[in-house]
């Protein structure tokens, strides 16, 4: 359904009024930053402010894509697009009642694709908090496109979110297995439990060097050097009222899609384009992903993945989106024995606590920031990280400070190392159910991915935008891509390792 706006330039409107005063909301209050990494808190926290809704309202004033309206603006001038040119869709949300909302705050993805060329490319959403949209996309190809839409939560839902991260970050708890001969016991831990339960006795495993905390409740029967391992305890229920609920159940995720353009329709003209106010890093094109900026990215086979990391040291640090890459290149390299140049290890290196893992052995766990300090560096070094997915039940304030310690660790690494390669993986988005949602959301991821850009921002280091190749592709979201994603970022990430040689 279409309609016709009133105001072709749609200029975003900025947020009035004062920010609130900072405060900090992590469950470890009693680790205070210092004036300066609180100002640094403050100045990440404003970059995602996100807007709320201004009261609350029944379920049918929520909004509702369904009812919502959806229009490509026409260009400018009425000629026909082409390439280099940009594209602007928008949208007025409505609620279930198809009554127009009137303050934003809906969490919007957008996507300009052509299934038959294998292109696609992510949008960006700018939110006019009165209710439109804009979704803003670059032309890259020459051929057919369409325009995909989703609401992933309403503003209502949002709100929620922001709730629990904020109040309620002790919703997952992790047990450890204690055991001393014929003795075992395990017992609940998670951060800093002395607020929590000041009067139980506590088992402190603080990290000496980053200061990052970690407690579990004391055995009533062993010692606390008898820790064997870490696990996931689960999440507490009960976390969101019965309307609160049904804001995640309802028709959200559904896509609003038109089809947008046909050839012969968009053609590559020799123009001067517009100007294009988003830039994305990549888009595909022939199932191959190409970078925004013109670079070429190299294919790699079997043959070319072992000469480029030939003489090269990978050391892979993170969650199990990170042991995609390894084991995607272990199958090309097989065997450390063989080809010992491809990994310091012969895993990736698991990242500490809080890990969302069913098992894994207390000295198997290690701090990031840690294991970068042991690393001499240097030219035929590449580190690559990444550290997001098991953050999203915890306050900002918990992000922010664990890759502070990481950030210090690599510009040590980086001054006594010169020519390291550093390559920092964003958040990917994923599938999501009622329960995901509350703890796991691609909101969350979102809103630590802009956290993680700018914390890492002047530092000499390669992104690899994930959330932007997991938009762009015709793929379900998934909290692990599909190889075909994988191999494009496997290419992207060895282009960076072995440049193509200038003639």
């Not at 159940?249 to 294009?276: F, K």
């Amino acid at each position: 359904m279409h309609f016709q706006p009133q105001n072709s330039s749609h200029p975003a409107l900025a947020q009035k009024g004062p920010l609130p005063p900072y405060k900090n909301h992590t469950i470890c209050s009693h680790l205070e930053p210092t004036p300066d990494e609180a100002l640094e808190d403050r100045a990440l926290l404003d970059a995602i402010v996100w807007p709320k809704p201004p009261a609350p309202t029944s379920l049918n004033q929520t909004s509702d894509p369904v009812h919502s309206l959806f229009a490509i603006l026409p260009s400018k001038g009425g000629r026909e697009r082409r390439v280099g040119d940009q594209l602007e869709a928008l949208v007025q949300m409505q609620d279930f009642q198809g009554r127009p909302k009137h303050y934003g705050g809906d969490f919007l993805v957008a996507r300009l694709h052509s299934p038959k060329l294998g292109a696609g490319v992510a949008g960006t959403v700018v939110d006019h908090l009165n209710g439109s949209y804009s979704a803003l996309f670059p032309l890259l190809w020459e051929g057919p496109a369409q325009v995909t839409i989703t609401m992933v939560h309403s503003s209502e839902a949002v709100a929620v979110l922001q709730r629990l991260r904020e109040q309620r970050s002790d919703r997952f708890f992790f047990r450890s297995l204690f055991r001393s001969g014929k003795l075992s016991e395990n017992t609940v831990c998670n951060m800093c439990l002395p607020h929590n339960r000041p009067q139980e006795p506590l088992c402190n495993y603080t990290d000496l060097h980053t200061g990052e905390p970690w407690y579990c409740m004391k055995p009533k029967r062993l010692s606390c050097d008898t820790r064997i391992n870490h696990f996931k305890g689960g999440y507490k229920k009960d976390l969101v009222t019965n309307k609160e609920a049904l804001l995640f159940q309802r028709s959200g995720a559904e896509p609003c899609t038109q089809s947008l353009l046909h050839d012969p329709e968009l053609r590559n003209r020799s123009i001067e384009p517009g100007p294009v106010q988003y830039n994305p890093s990549g888009y595909y094109y022939k199932g191959s992903w190409r970078l925004f900026d013109g670079t070429p990215v190299r294919q790699f086979d079997a043959k070319s993945i072992t000469q480029c990391l030939t003489g090269k040291v990978m050391n892979m640090y993170g969650d199990s989106t990170m042991r995609q890459w390894f084991e995607y290149l272990r199958a090309f390299v097989p065997g450390e024995h063989r080809h010992p140049s491809l990994c310091a290890n012969d895993s990736v290196a698991i990242p500490h606590v809080p890990l969302i893992i069913s098992n894994v052995l207390v000295h198997s766990l290690r701090y990031v920031a840690n294991e970068l300090d042991r690393l001499p560096g240097g030219p035929n070094t590449v580190v690559a990280l990444s550290l997001w997915a098991h953050f999203s039940p915890y306050p900002v304030e918990v992000y922010i400070r664990r890759m502070r310690h990481i950030r210090r660790a690599l510009e040590r690494l980086l001054v006594r190392g010169p020519g390291t390669l550093v390559i920092i993986r964003s958040p990917n988005l994923r599938a999501l159910d009622k329960e995901y949602s509350l703890n796991h959301s691609d909101w969350f991821s979102l809103q630590l991915g802009r956290v993680l850009r700018n914390m890492f921002m002047g530092l000499a280091v390669v992104f690899v935008d994930a959330w932007e190749m997991t938009l762009a592709h015709h793929s379900p979201h998934n909290i692990h891509p599909p190889p075909d994603i994988i191999k494009n970022t496997i290419s992207l990430i060895l282009t960076q390792v072995c440049p193509a040689k200038k003639s």
